[in-house]
């Protein structure tokens, strides 16, 4: 885990299902809390460079092998504001093709602050 | 040079229109049965839906000013456009109408609010004259009336359409575009209501499935019109095709060619093979470009389609599929062709605005 740890935010400043987006050092970041459980990813999408955070933070639905539609991970990932790709909020994680990752930064809570490790 | 030959201006609701409309119409808009909430466009709207939405999520617009604000903002300024050609939203869906004299007011009142509304914001934007295509003749009418404008550069029809679009039936509207010297451009839209369903085999279920396979409306249509002898009769017109794709061209083209050969009294009009007509005649727009593994096999194919004078860079701001100007994955040699100079040798009226520019 590198050194360079930054208070992103309070905590009470990001419900569960949103997002914000802050400024740390050189870069923009956009810091989630799913269900209670802080995380935080670079805000440039590894598609095309867009402001990948500027995007909803929602749900998708599950694989299968029938015809159902199982609305999954609700409030787990955001979708790239430009083109909608799906990135998993806690890994990074695109949907289609997880070899392919947002940059996600190690974060802690320390009394009422997020802080995000780059 | 940077020109974006396809911008796209929404409005807030189309309700802007109707100032620009006749009490007759406005009535029928105001009173009449519509597709969704107060405010909504009449059109008979297409049995796709998108998912999520068509607009980028990055873009939220709540006012008309906002509208041209977060496009100047994020695209014109961030990119450094030289000059973009605002290709309108719902407007184009008038060609679903059954009734083609709505559907002309419609388009009229579209095109008036555009030249009060949107070109005087910024010299960077160029218009383009949408027309319902259904009654050529009110189309003809309508190229007419705008035509002599200087800052509207293409008439503008949808992609969906009745018939092939080079079919006998619409040579009013390109006699009208020769004579007031403008291309003739379809855009991707207009699929449903009086419109033939764009997907040959019968609908297609999805949205993703059917955006993919959009191109197989413009193959009719590129057929038609290099077919039917358009570019015999006007031999200066331009047909542009927007949003349609392009890696799907050079196998048409060698298709068209190699037929043509062998069944040309069919056509006994036709002087060249269609392959020439297409690079005198017809352009194609970039967005959204195919995007393969192998970069090489997009390449090869552009380069089968003499893409370095027959593409133009366009980024269908603010859509979903948008296509970021500097990750456009075309030969870095071809750039400056693709990015400014096609368009330049097709929108003739740019040449005289650049030069007027330049003057000033
Ligand atoms: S830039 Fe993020 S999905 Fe394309």
Redesign the pocket.
Same mark, same amino acid.
């Given at each position: 885990m590198s050194e360079n740890k930054i208070i992103a935010c309070k905590t009470h400043e990001v419900a569960p299902g949103q997002q914000k987006i802050v400024q740390l050092d050189r870069f923009s970041v956009g810091v989630f809390n799913v269900d209670g459980e802080f995380h935080a990813l670079l805000n440039v @999408?590894? !598609?095309? &460079?867009?402001a990948?955070c500027e &995007?909803p933070v929602c749900g998708t639905t599950a694989a299968t092998d029938g015809r159902d539609f199982t609305y999954c991970k609700d409030k787990a990932l955001v979708r @790239?504001?430009? !083109? &909608?790709?799906e990135f998993d909020i806690k890994s990074g994680e695109f949907l289609v093709d997880p070899s392919i990752k947002a940059k996600t930064f190690a974060v802690s809570v320390e009394g009422e602050d997020v802080v995000v490790h780059l | 040079m940077i020109i974006d030959v396809d911008c796209h201006n929404y409005w807030s609701s189309a309700e802007v229109l109707l100032p620009y409309m006749d009490p007759f119409f406005k009535d029928y808009f105001i009173r009449g049965e519509q597709p969704g909430p107060r405010g909504a466009f009449p059109h008979a709207h297409r049995p796709w839906l998108h998912p999520e939405g068509f607009k980028r999520a990055d873009i939220n617009p709540v006012s008309e000013d906002d509208n041209y604000a977060i496009m100047k903002a994020k695209h014109l300024d961030h990119y450094g456009i030289d000059y973009a050609i605002l290709t309108g939203d719902e407007a184009l869906e008038a060609s679903t109408l059954a009734n083609p004299y709505y559907a002309a007011a419609l388009v009229r009142a579209y095109n008036d609010y555009q030249v009060e509304e949107w070109l005087p914001r910024d010299d960077r934007l160029v218009g383009s004259i949408v027309i319902a295509p259904q009654d050529p003749q009110l189309a003809a009418q309508e190229i007419r009336r705008l035509g002599q404008n200087p800052r509207m550069v293409q008439v503008l029809a949808s992609h969906g359409a009745s018939r092939p679009y080079g079919d006998p039936f619409y040579h009013p509207i390109y006699e009208a575009c020769a004579e007031m010297g403008l291309p003739f451009a379809i855009h991707l839209g207009g699929q449903g209501g009086i419109n033939s369903n764009p997907i040959g085999a019968g609908p297609t279920t999805f949205f993703w499935e059917t955006h993919a396979i959009l191109p197989q409306s413009a193959m009719t249509h590129v057929a038609s019109m290099i077919a039917q002898g358009v570019f015999e009769k006007w031999p200066q017109l331009y047909f542009v095709v927007i949003e349609c794709g392009v890696a799907w061209v050079p196998s048409v083209l060698w298709r068209l060619d190699a037929n043509y050969k062998a069944l040309r009294k069919e056509t006994p009009w036709l002087k060249r093979l269609p392959s020439e007509y297409f690079k005198d005649h017809i352009r194609f727009t970039t967005q959204p470009l195919e995007r393969p593994d192998n970069l090489q096999h997009l390449w090869s194919l552009l380069e089968a389609m003499d893409g370095k004078n027959t593409l133009m860079y366009a980024s269908d701001y603010p859509h979903w599929d948008y296509d970021?100007l500097n990750s456009l994955h075309i030969p870095p040699e071809w750039r400056q062709n693709i990015l400014g100079d096609n368009a330049m040798q097709v929108f003739k009226r740019l040449q005289a605005l650049d030069a007027a520019k330049k003057a000033a």
């Open positions: @999408c590894p !598609h095309k &460079g867009a990948l &995007g @790239c504001a430009w !083109h &909608g790709w | 970021d």
